[in-house]
């Protein structure tokens, strides 16, 4: 036996599979409770290596479970150009996962012989695997874990430490471009941005900076925000208050764990449509300007306090993605003809955006809004087919991805320009958008950047961008069945093919409510199937999910009580 195999047999060896467990690779990768992990980060590590020789690049590997509890832990893997892992190699990853202890090696074989790999000839010296973590207590181990997986095969792991998601997916893109490669780091990261922010903050008629209070839901996002306000000019940092934050104090890891991501963050805030801990402070920031990140910070949205009842007034993904679509849409329409002629611009969504955002863009900003699976993997695919594809998860997961040609359009002609102020600052603010806005994923600290930026630079108020258009009542639920695998749906998820008799049970609900829209699909992050539902009043948004819920529970084999 090689040594190579047996040091690959010996770590599979010590760290084995949960008993009885089967590995799946969810929406955004494993995520699973954190005891039954070990074995997945030691394969996962392998893999990743593995990714990188047969693509000659960096690759990255991050240890998060997101909006997950703290309980939780999983593993998000990063390709080269700082995307999710190809979907082609998500089955690699399941096999390896599940593969009997001492089969791992073999498998791994299979793999590189089905790849043309040869993980044992001599390792190049210029590549390794970005390792980065969360906050949560089990993290490092995990990391540590992936780490001795991608040495055991003759790997490399770059441990960047506690970072937030957005921050991994940045180091691995940066560090595969040459023109980037120096900012392949955390403080890369930050200088990109500080850069980038106060570019267009500058082109801004000059207003004091509202005030601002970010929720970091005891998430990763609370220190790194930090550190990223703390490294902007003075000039232009925003008027922000970062509230539940970890303290990184041992005395108090387990309070802290225990409050990550509960009752607080972005998924609380968008799902139950209710106020996070501490944001906002009432009466007194009433009408304030808040926003909440998620476990680790991929995600964000905004909202505020609004009238006597303190109701909460929501800027979810769908509106963020408004908000650059139209400001996008503005730039592009200060610029010559010949500048945008044959450029497209898409809003890519899902089938969980709000029926009044899709209208919006499609009506009024006149821009394509085709719908793709959820996972942001899916509607980063769609949207690298435009030239600006503007692309957002109802949740607040999504970023805007610029056309490399589209680029290097706007750089060439931008000396040619001088003579034309208006044109001119658009391309300035076009190109400091692409360099602000993540080109990799999803990232709450650049949207929160953008968003600031965007307000300010069109003098717009949160009345104003509140009224692109008023979302239709929806709600969303969830429940548990006995196998949410056996629930399948149709490409875009809004239609359960098995088992029909869920359909038809869901069709004729539908049919009983005025701008009725609902749909049942299984969560691939969470053993649960989700219900979403619109209708045109909350109350009957309210019920029609409910009865949904109670049909998945009736038809699907629900456990536990059945929801009322
Ligand atoms: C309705 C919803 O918000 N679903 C989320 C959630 O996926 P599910 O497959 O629905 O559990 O987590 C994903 C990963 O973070 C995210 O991409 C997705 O949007
Ligand atoms: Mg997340």
């Known amino acids: 036996m090689s040594s190579m195999k047996e040091a690959v047999t010996k770590l599979a060896a010590a760290h084995p599979r949960a008993q009885g467990a089967v590995y799946r690779y969810g929406t955004a990768g494993f995520r699973e409770a954190a005891e039954v992990l070990d074995a997945v980060f030691v394969r996962v590590g392998m893999l990743s290596w593995v990714r990188a020789l047969s693509t000659r690049a960096n690759v990255g590997l991050m240890v998060t479970a997101s909006h997950n509890p703290h309980r939780d832990n999983g593993v998000k893997l990063v390709d080269p150009d700082g995307g999710m892992l190809s979907q082609s190699w998500e089955s690699f990853a399941t096999d390896l996962c599940n593969a009997q202890e001492d089969k791992v090696a073999d498998v791994l074989e299979r793999i590189c012989n089905e790849i043309g790999v040869d993980l044992a000839a001599k390792t190049p010296s210029d590549i390794h695997v970005f390792v980065g973590w969360d906050t949560r207590t089990h993290s490092p181990r995990l990391a540590d874990l992936a780490a001795q997986g991608i040495e055991s095969v003759g790997g490399a792991a770059e441990r960047i430490g506690v970072v937030t998601t957005p921050i991994l997916h940045h180091c691995v893109r940066s560090s595969n471009m040459p023109e980037e490669a120096e900012l392949a780091s955390v403080e890369g990261y930050r200088t990109k941005l500080g850069r980038a922010f106060a570019t267009l903050v500058r082109t801004a008629k000059p207003s004091p900076a509202p005030q601002l209070v970010v929720d970091a839901a005891f998430g990763v996002g609370g220190p790194c925000f930090e550190a990223l306000l703390a490294s902007l000019d003075n000039e232009v940092r925003p008027k922000a208050e970062i509230r539940n934050v970890p303290t990184g104090e041992a005395a108090k890891a387990q309070e802290e764990a225990d409050k990550l991501n509960n009752g607080v963050g972005a998924e609380h805030v968008q799902k139950k449509l209710l106020f996070p ?68 611009v898409g809003c890519i969504q899902t089938a969980y955006a709000n029926g009044a955002s899709t209208e919006y863009i499609t009506k009024k900003l006149k821009v394509d809004a085709p719908r793709t699976k959820t996972g942001v993997k ?181 456990v536990g009580e059945r929801p009322n």
């Open 277 to 344: 801990e501490q944001v906002p402070n009432l009466p007194d920031e009433r009408g304030v300007r808040c926003c909440s990140f998620d476990g680790d910070a991929d995600r964000i949205v905004y909202y505020r306090a609004m009238g006597e009842s303190d109701s909460l007034n929501l800027f979810d993904g769908d509106k963020i993605a408004c908000l650059y679509t139209y400001f996008i849409q503005m730039q592009m329409a200060a610029l010559p003809d010949a500048l945008t002629s044959g450029v497209k």
């Open 378 to 558: 899916h509607l980063h695919h769609k949207a690298v087919e435009y030239d600006v594809g503007v692309y957002f998860e109802a949740n607040g997961h999504g970023t805007v991805l610029f056309g490399r040609e589209f680029i290097s359009r706007l750089r060439e002609a931008a000396p040619g320009l001088e003579d034309d102020a208006t044109a001119s600052a658009a391309v300035e603010t076009l190109l400091a958008l692409e360099q602000l806005i993540n080109q990799a994923t999803g990232d709450a600290m650049a949207d929160l950047l953008a968003v600031e930026a965007i307000l300010r630079a069109d003098s717009m108020s949160l009345d104003d961008w509140d009224g692109f258009y008023t979302d239709l009542p929806s709600r969303q639920l969830k429940c548990q069945v006995a196998d949410r695998t056996a629930i399948k749906t149709s490409d875009d998820e809004s239609r359960v093919l098995e088992p029909a008799s869920l359909q038809d049970a869901i069709d004729s609900l539908v049919a009983q409510y005025k701008s009725g829209r609902a749909f049942a699909r299984p969560s691939g992050t969470e053993d649960a199937v989700r219900v979403y539902a619109e209708a045109d009043t909350s109350a009957a948004a309210d019920e029609l999910a409910t009865k949904v819920l109670q049909a998945v529970f009736d038809h699907a084999g629900g």
